[in-house]
């Protein structure tokens, strides 16, 4: 199975939650190539897919939203990944009566943009902010966001523009899994980009069992044609410039709930979460001693209990909203 995204993208209307247009069957492969066909096992959910110019990339959305919604929950996925990949997650969510609105980040998935590279971090920014622009009035409240990884650094970069504002903040509940600001080995890696990136744009990609589940491992290396197959010396660039902009930010008001796993060796997770408690005053963290880094894509065992916690707080913010109301 081979998808070209540029070929995707053009057969996809311009994403609305106003109206329904149908999905064309290319695309549609797509969707059951990755089993996001989830109206097959939902009955009652309606199912949007299109794209939107954004910063000079064509960015893919998909909506999901089951009848009576509880509310919407915003994924942001993670450095290589794309939605196609977040089965699991979309399922556990829609399970739970949430609607979900995902879309593939500039160079990932079937969005446009050199593949995996990025020249900063701010650029993915005005990404999330016309998502969140295209669901408003549309898509049911309260709202929350679940990030993986590169997906948690970009929603703090959004987060923290509300510094002394965060009332305004859009998101009721928000859950990182294993977010990262420093990768492992950072102090070596930076040096050695340092003397790479002049000459060489793109390094080749080395992929890493970062998950517990074989089956997953094997899938992204040979099975998923989404699948980045270099490492782009832009984004390291820009991760670089990225990580002294939150490391040397003041405090915000604004709680988050992570989850983190102490076999995770994508990421420096020691020196991330407390940052991440620094930085958003009364953040909880869930640790769990066996977990890889990609979270969302673990064993099922340790999924279940990462989803079951996950929907546990977002569904406290509703009991919140009810008492509050009484």
Known sequence: MNFIPVELRQKLPTFSLETRQPVPEPVQAYRRYYGLDFEKRFNDLKVYMGKTHVAGFDIVVQAFVPLSSKGTVFVVHGYYDHVGIYDHLIKAL????????????????????????????????????????????????????????TGGAIVSEYLLQFSGLEERIPFSGVVYYAPLIRPVHWFFNKRLHSVISPFRNFVTRKFSDNTNDPEFSRFIREKDPLQP????????????????????????????????????????????????????????????PNVRHHVVNELELYRRDVFSRTVKYLDSFASQAQLAIK
Do not use: C
């Open 229 to 288: 197959k270099y490492l782009s010396a832009k984004w390291v660039g820009a991760l670089k410039q990225w990580i002294p902009y939150i490391e040397r930010h003041p405090p915000v008001d604004f709680p988050l709930l992570i989850f983190q796993g102490k076999s995770d060796q994508t990421v420096d997770w020691q020196s991330n979460i407390p940052q991440y408690q620094r930085v958003f005053r009364g953040t909880d963290v869930v640790f769990m």
């Open 94 to 149: 829609l399970r739970n009566r949430y609607a979900v609105i995902a879309f593939d980040l500039p160079g990932h998935g079937l969005s446009s943009g050199s593949r995996a590279a990025i020249s900063s971090f701010r650029q993915y920014g005005p990404v999330l902010k016309q998502v969140l622009q295209l669901a408003r009035d549309y898509a049911p409240q309260p709202w929350h966001v679940v990030a993986q990884s």
